[in-house]
């Protein structure tokens, strides 16, 4: 990362930081992570907002990766699942805050583009699969995380399979046509606590592969 990017992204990161609230550690990841790296138009990478990347996808706005990354608490956990690695950008942000990151991304091309961007950032801790993530990634459950960045009424039964007793699950709620972001906790085995947080906008969960 060379200094003007690194000037770029901590511009942004105190933006982000004047209305989200943020600790230490995830200001920092928002400074060590250039976002020109994963939106096709570098222009406007480091402005507050959603960006169209291939495959007809969205890059969140950094308010929004910034509100689901806090809802994580994932500072210093061990292994966090994404579904719906997209650019990586997200998946880039989660590296600098836990061990290892596996990410699930359904459209081939967007996985592929993601791996090369972690490559040259020399980010060794994320993992990209090809796949529905509906199904998560049973091989390296259970997740001390679960973040879905996408939209999904419900969130599919296997992911809380593969979550962690006591671990948290971030997804975007659809419901009556609004999102929510919506922070679930596993209590144990049966019993699940969640809370509503800040409105969102997502594209869908789907299923299968593309
Ligand atoms: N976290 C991404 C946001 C990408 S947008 C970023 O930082 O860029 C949401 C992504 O979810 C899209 O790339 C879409 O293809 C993917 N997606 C939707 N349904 C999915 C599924 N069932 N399994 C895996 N990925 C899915």
């Known amino acids: 990362m060379d200094n003007l990017e690194r000037i770029k992204c901590q511009k942004m990161a105190d933006e982000i930081a004047d ?3 943020l ?30 990347i291939d495959g007809s996808q969205w890059i969140s706005s950094p308010l929004t990766v910034a509100k689901m990354t806090m809802a994580l608490e994932v500072e210093g956990v061990d292994k966090v699942l994404e579904i719906g690695c997209g650019s990586g950008y997200q998946a880039a942000i989660l590296s600098h805050l ?13 996985a592929a583009s ?24 049973s091989s390296f459950a259970p997740f001390d995380r679960v973040l879905l960045s996408c939209a999904t009424p419900e969130v599919p039964k296997r992911l809380f399979d593969q979550l962690a007793q006591g671990g948290i699950l971030v997804a975007p709620i659809e419901s009556n046509g609004a999102q ?5 906790k596993k ?24």
């Open 19 to 21: 209305n989200v609230a």
């Open 23 to 52: 600790s230490l550690g995830v200001y920092e990841a928002f400074c060590n992570t250039p976002r020109e790296i994963f939106v096709p138009v570098g222009r406007y990478a480091y402005d507050l907002l959603a960006q169209p």
């Open 98 to 110: 836990a061990h290892r990151v596996f990410s699930v991304e359904r459209i081939a091309s967007l």
């Open 114 to 137: 993601s791996r090369v961007n972690f490559e040259s950032l020399g980010l060794r801790g994320v993992h990209v699969r090809h796949d529905d993530g509906r199904s998560g990634w």
């Open 180 to 184: 929510n972001i919506v922070k679930f």
């Open 187 to 210: 209590l144990s085995a049966t019993e699940i606590v969640s809370e509503v947080l800040d409105e969102c906008l997502f594209v869908p969960l789907l299923s299968g592969t593309a």
